[in-house]
């Protein structure tokens, strides 16, 4: 309960900043916080996150795609990378969890 709300209210505040409402907004964004959430520590197979985890993993992933932009990539390219990054983190994750 706590989470659709905490999520109403980030698509409200998404709206207001952008001063639009469509249904396809928050769709780039998707790769960023699913990348986010594993860089943070959170395990995809039913591991516990925490929220200090994965407040460090949105930090890394906001400094890397500022990084990103700076660099000048593409969104295609930006994408491609975020999906590498989700692969390595993953790749780790069961690593750790098969010692």
């Given at each position: 309960?706590?989470?659709?709300?905490?999520?109403?209210?980030?698509?409200?505040?998404?709206?207001?900043?952008?001063?639009?409402?469509?249904?396809?907004?928050g769709?780039?964004?998707?790769?960023?916080?699913?990348?986010?959430?594993?860089?943070?520590?959170?395990?995809?197979?039913?591991?516990?996150?925490?929220?200090?985890?994965?407040?460090?993993?949105?930090?890394?992933?906001?400094?890397?795609?500022?990084?990103?932009?700076l660099?000048?990539?593409?969104?295609?390219?930006?994408?491609?990378?975020?999906?590498?990054?989700?692969?390595?983190?993953?790749?780790?994750?069961?690593?750790?969890?098969?010692?």
């Amino acid at each position: 309960m706590i989470s659709g709300g905490l999520a109403g209210l980030a698509g409200l505040l998404y709206a207001g900043r952008l001063q639009a409402a469509k249904y396809t907004l928050g769709e780039t964004d998707l790769m960023t916080v699913i990348a986010a959430v594993i860089v943070g520590g959170t395990l995809l197979n039913g591991g516990k996150g925490s929220i200090v985890g994965a407040l460090v993993g949105s930090l890394m992933m906001g400094m890397l795609n500022n990084g990103l932009i700076l660099m000048g990539l593409s969104v295609s390219d930006q994408m491609i990378v975020r999906g590498l990054i989700i692969l390595a983190a993953v790749a780790v994750s069961l690593r750790e969890k098969s010692r």
